[in-house]
């Protein structure tokens, strides 16, 4: 079955620290995976998105991340967080074709401290 | 930059109302979507919509649910007779019909049945 875990529900680092959000992911075919971000209140802004190449793919607001197709993995990094990453993180992955769905995992709510 | 936009941004409604919850996707894509969030929850896909009917629906949307483009911009979700687990908020998404495209998402209408 398709689905994505993220591990840690909250995480709270001070403000300058590097952050890593963890994701995992189970999938059939090759993913299409994909990070947003959304703020209280907001809708759902996309960070990154990977689907081939590079494993390392670099996304707004400085984040980046990294697919490790051996563990499954797409985590999300920063090196160094401001308050204003303050924020509901959510890894999502789906398929190449524009008709598919977007399956997201529950969420990592990031929380920073002065 | 295009984006997708969505009305009501907040909806109050008596349970056993119909809602029609309203989305203009960004003017040339051709691929539709619906999903919701409820409170503290992850994010979870409703219908995909193309060509004017439905491609894949998630056993959420039940009878009680319709989606309909009834002009060249608009793109409704329909709630038949709301229940109290309808509150949430609901994001509608649009994608281009190229491989690889992104999901832009709506800024959510917030929806609350009493």
């Known amino acids: 079955a398709q689905s994505v875990t993220q591990p840690d529900i909250h995480i709270t680092v001070s403000e300058g620290a590097s952050l890593e959000l963890r994701c995992n992911y189970s999938y059939g075919a090759t993913p299409y995976l994909f990070w947003y971000v959304q703020s209280p209140g907001q809708g759902l802004q996309l960070l990154l998105k990977?689907?081939?190449?590079?494993?390392l793919v670099q996304g707004i607001k400085g984040f980046e991340a990294e697919f490790k197709r051996s563990q499954s993995s797409f985590n999300l990094r920063k090196p160094s967080v401001h308050w204003s990453d303050a924020a509901e993180y959510f890894c999502?992955?789906?398929?190449?074709?524009?008709?598919?769905?977007?399956?997201f995992g529950s969420g990592t709510r990031l929380s920073i401290r002065p | 930059e295009p984006e997708v936009t969505q009305t009501p941004s907040h909806q109050v409604t008596q349970m056993g109302q119909e809602v029609i919850l309203r989305c203009v996707p960004i003017s040339n894509h051709l691929y539709f979507y619906w999903y919701r969030q409820i409170l503290g929850q992850k994010v979870e896909f409703l219908v995909s919509?193309?060509?004017?009917?439905?491609?894949?629906k998630s056993e959420i949307f039940d009878d009680q649910f319709s989606v309909e483009r009834p002009d060249g911009s608009n793109f409704t979700l329909k709630i038949r007779s709301t229940k109290l687990e309808d509150s949430a908020m609901y994001f509608c998404a649009s994608t281009g019909a190229g491989y690889q495209e992104t999901q832009y998402f709506g800024p959510g209408t917030r929806l609350l049945v009493l």
């Open positions: 919509f193309y060509n004017n009917e439905i491609s894949e």
């Open positions: 999502a992955v789906g398929a190449s074709s524009s008709a598919s769905k977007i399956i």
């Open positions: 990977y689907f081939s190449g590079d494993t």
